[in-house]
């Protein structure tokens, strides 16, 4: 059975600040993984996702993961954080068809 | 291109009563989903539906919730009676088939029980 794991609830960072947030997952088949981002009162978006090929994978709004096999970890990470960007972020990870997420990272931006 | 609608998006209830949720996905969307979200926590897969079949429901608390897809197209996920750890709120997501394509959330009808 796939899990997810995400290293903080909550994240701090200025505007133009770097956003890092990180995610571990366990998979007993090689994963697919996913970024979803959520605003309030909104379902859930997706960001980026990693299935195979590359394993940095670029997606909207400036975001990008790696996928590390070693390190069974898949980070996002934003160069310079906006103001827009304030919101909750899942981690998931499938095998065929069904998602399992993370806990979730909410994202504050101070400006 | 329309996203996914889901009704109502609130509902108060009091305990012991029912509920009902309903989702429209996209348009041509073999595969439905409806998720539950704790406060806190991630979304939960409760049923999938593939057209109008139930492909899992192995996390569906079936004492008490019931969901169809009748035609394969909408879906009604309905709680009957309702417990005060049920208050969360109920994702919709469809996808063009079930097999590692994007699904796309409804915004989801956040139901509290007093």
């Known amino acids: 059975a796939q899990s997810v794991t995400q290293l903080g609830s909550h994240v701090s960072v200025s505007e133009g600040a770097l956003v890092l947030l990180r995610c571990n997952y366990s998979s007993s088949v090689p994963p697919y993984l996913f970024w979803y981002v959520q605003y309030p009162n909104q379902g859930l978006q997706l960001l980026l996702k990693y299935t195979t090929g590359a394993t940095l994978v670029k997606g909207i709004n400036g975001f990008e993961a790696e996928f590390k096999k070693s390190e069974t970890s898949f980070h996002l990470t934003k160069p310079s954080a906006h103001m827009s960007d304030a919101a909750e972020y899942f981690c998931?990870?499938?095998?065929?068809?069904?998602?399992?997420f993370g806990a979730g990272t909410t994202v504050t931006v101070r400006a | 291109e329309a996203g996914v609608a889901q009704s109502p998006r609130y509902k108060i209830i009091e305990k012991r009563q029912s509920v009902a949720f309903w989702c429209n996905p996209i348009?041509?969307?073999?595969?439905l989903y409806w998720y539950q979200q704790i406060l806190g926590q991630g979304p939960k897969l409760l049923i999938q539906f593939q057209n109008n079949g139930v492909v899992d429901d192995s996390q569906l608390p079936k004492d008490r919730f019931s969901a169809e897809r009748l035609k394969g197209v909408d879906s009604t996920l309905k709680i009957q009676p309702a417990k005060l750890e049920d208050s969360a709120v109920y994702l919709c997501?469809?996808?063009?088939?079930?097999?590692?394509?994007?699904?796309?959330f409804g915004p989801g009808t956040r139901l509290t029980v007093l």
């Open positions: 997501a469809s996808s063009e088939s079930s097999s590692y394509n994007e699904q796309f």
């Open positions: 998931a990870v499938s095998d065929n068809y069904k998602l399992s």
């Open positions: 348009s041509g969307h073999a595969t």
